[in-house]
DNA sequence: CCGAGAAAAGGGTATATACCCGCACTATGG
DNA sequence: CCATAGTGCGGGTATATACCCTTTTCTCGG
């Protein structure tokens, strides 16, 4: 009987494990990994936005949006405020201190992009992420 | 100023996330997680192995595997026992329950990789982990 | 055979991720 | 205008991941 197949699932977290650490070395010198990057230049392109808007424009559980901006804003790179005109939202918006780290980490992130777009085409992640959406949530 | 493209890493690991979402709820009625099936698949391939060798293996850092163990030993689907020839080594084998818990657990991943297999085909998935290989320690 | 260095783990810390539950607040139908 | 349904969020719990430092155990050169 033959062997069965290596998991597409395991294979994939194994290779997004190893970019994952790519992008974190290489934004480092700024002290953002890239999770947390991802999060300020989305602040930085949409402005102040409450956590559960973030979390439905990053595709992640709210839960888990709210407590990756934890450590950003304990660092003083996001602020947290109470929206006066709906009490329940909380605005998440970059401070100063966090426009400066984005800015220290843009020309480390273009860098790295580039290097890795070079071995791996944008395309190729687009064609992955494309063939993944025929997948619906039933 | 054109804006600049979205980041390969983030998108590869939203991608990821949705993949695993989707192993994880076909995998959900044998009570394992993807990760967790790959541990106990490794172990019925391999038979026992040291964590070390079972970290290098799913190219995981070796605390990472270790703290993956646990949940499977706390539910008795591996058994961790020290090797007398060197006992600095912590041996991991596959319990019958274990066993068993692989058993239930393969015909759901099996349907689960076909059904994924249809939409991403193994050579693109194949195609990234070869690419991001050449991407060596600069 | 013994001491120095290497190897295997464990524990601490931090982040990333998702589920559930309950609380607070808002919006809405009568 | 109030009861209720719906929404936003925090906290609890669990897993996944990686780094560091320390302890235990081996190995090997002298």
């Given at each position: 009987m033959a062997a069965d197949p290596p998991c597409l699932c395991s294979t994939l977290r194994r290779a997004t494990r190893a970019l994952t650490a790519t992008y974190d070395a290489a934004l480092r010198p700024a002290g953002l990994r890239v999770t947390q990057f991802s999060i300020l230049r989305m602040l930085e392109r949409l402005g102040p936005m409450p956590v559960t808007r973030l979390a439905t424009e990053a595709v992640l559980d709210r839960s888990t949006m709210g407590r990756n901006l934890d450590p950003l804003e304990r660092r003083g790179f996001v602020r947290l405020t109470v929206?006066?005109?709906?009490?329940r939202e909380r605005v998440a918006s970059l401070t100063e201190a966090g426009r400066d780290a984005l800015v220290a980490a843009v020309p480390l992130w273009r860098e790295a992009q580039a290097r890795i777009e070079a071995a791996l085409p944008s395309t190729v992640v687009a064609d992955i992420t494309g063939r993944l959406a025929t997948l619906d949530r039933p």
């Open positions: 929206n006066a005109a709906d009490q």
